[in-house]
């Protein structure tokens, strides 16, 4: 087969489209004939119609191949660098910037067509190809006619502000303003957090908040409060009320084989105290195996300890870590009372509380 006719096939098959993948076999064949200037130049048409939308490597060749050829009139290297400036390829805006410079270097009378193709380069993703193309647009605009400076100035917009204010005081028109930076506005201040109200202080504010609560884990720290605060200090009123919310399903509660809930907990101290007490030591075994969130844990486990306490004979009369400061004040001067900073010393004591009379048997 000739070399012409192959040479003629692959650009045939260029000019038909397809996936890299699919011309990949005639891109090597292109490269492994090697065009030389004068057989470019029969095919320069050809050539110049790949530059806009062939693949990467097949615009590549192209430009390579035209770049050595002396055919292209000034209209056609207009529209082939316009081409290549306009693609999304870093690599062929590069090639088309280098190619546009080293022309108009040899022939200044181009300087006078490469208005429209920088236009193009504006757009470029690249800072550095904006750069270069602003550029060589200062470089040459004392060649530019009046239309092709108005190109520039209508394509200003496109720059960033730094170098659009270089280009609107050499070709008039306003570069897009620097941007002044606004913070957004700050989030609202959320509500600060507020001290707890106080604990049931009888054994019907105790229903009642139990009926009713929210569920919250501060009303939870409020109840467990409450209950061994009145359960220590008259448990049979607190027996007399609760005994009201006896339920036959009661003794049901423990055939399950873990109590999840802090509400199957105090259910199960409120029993205690009520005298249905179907199993000894059920929090040796209730206590849920699973992986739980911890601050859902603290609360099971504090319940859990009320109970085990009401069945090992060693409630406490006041709930270490009780939730309001004056409740504990008032608990704190009984006989029997854990000094205020028992087991605590002001903080946080989770999930702990001392029998009556431990305060004086640590002090010793």
Do not use: N
Not at 20 to 28: G, I
Not at 337 to 347: E, I, L, N, S, V
């Amino acid at each position: 087969m000739r070399r012409a006719d192959l040479l003629d096939g692959c650009l045939r098959r260029f000019l038909l489209g397809g996936a890299p993948a699919e011309l990949r076999f005639f891109v090597h064949l292109h490269e492994a004939l090697d065009p030389g200037p004068d057989e470019v130049e029969s095919r320069a048409r050809d050539y110049l119609r790949l530059l806009p939308a062939a693949p990467g490597q097949v615009a590549e060749s192209a430009a390579k191949r035209l770049r050595d050829c002396s055919a292209p009139t000034p209209d056609d290297l207009a529209e082939a660098w316009e081409s290549l400036l306009f693609r999304q390829e870093r690599k062929l805006v590069r090639a088309g910037l280098s190619w546009l410079q080293a022309a108009v270097r040899r022939q200044p009378e181009l300087a006078g067509v490469v208005a429209a193709p920088l236009a193009r380069a504006f757009a470029a993703e690249s800072a550095e190809l904006q750069e270069k193309a602003a550029e060589l647009a200062l470089t040459h605009a004392a060649a530019m006619d009046e239309e092709g400076r108005a190109t520039v100035r209508e394509a200003i917009e496109l720059l960033p502000p730094r170098l659009g204010g270089r280009l609107a005081a050499a070709f008039g028109g306003a570069a897009v303003a620097e941007p002044v930076f606004v913070p957004p506005p700050l989030p609202a201040v959320p509500e600060r957090a507020r001290p707890f109200d106080e604990p049931p202080a009888a054994p019907d504010e105790l229903v009642t908040l139990w009926v009713s609560m929210s569920r919250t884990w501060q009303t939870w720290e409020r109840l467990l409060a409450g209950f061994v605060t009145l359960a220590g200090r008259d448990r049979a009123s607190l027996a007399a009320r609760l005994e009201g919310l006896r339920q036959p399903w009661w003794r049901w509660q423990y055939q399950s084989s873990s109590w999840d809930s802090v509400d199957d907990w105090f259910s199960g101290a409120v029993k205690h105290v009520v005298g249905v007490v179907p199993e000894q030591q059920a929090w040796r075994r209730l206590m849920p195996p699973g992986r739980l969130a911890v601050p859902h844990r603290v609360l099971l486990h504090r319940a859990a300890e009320i109970l085990r306490a009401l069945d090992e004979g060693t409630l406490p009369p006041l709930l270490l870590a009780t939730p309001h400061p004056r409740h504990r004040a008032r608990g704190g001067g009984r006989a029997g009372a854990p000094a205020r900073g028992a087991g605590g010393g002001g903080r946080q004591a989770v999930g702990r509380r001392l029998p009556a009379g431990a305060a004086a048997a640590a002090s010793r």
